[in-house]
């Protein structure tokens, strides 16, 4: 399973780099890009890490959305990482 955190909601996160979610997600993240949504540029997303377990995954978006709402950060999940993206 490969997991993506939406670019423009990470850059909330980055300008704050002393943030719990900054601190939380920062280490995760590699320097590599998927979109997420066909021809929605907002919607470009940087992948995490492969080595994340869903079990590790889980527990970072339990920790987002119980400080912030459902909608807030768009995350996405993917089976394969190269197409077939859903928001969680």
Known sequence: ???AVNAYDWLEFFLEP??????????LLTQESVQCVKNRPDEDSVLVREDITPERWNAVVTLLRQKHQHNKYRLYQSKTGRGGWKRI
Not at 18 to 27: D, H, N, Q, R
């Open 1 to 3: 399973m490969r997991y």
């Open 18 to 27: 002393f943030s719990p979610e900054c601190l939380l997600l920062g280490p």
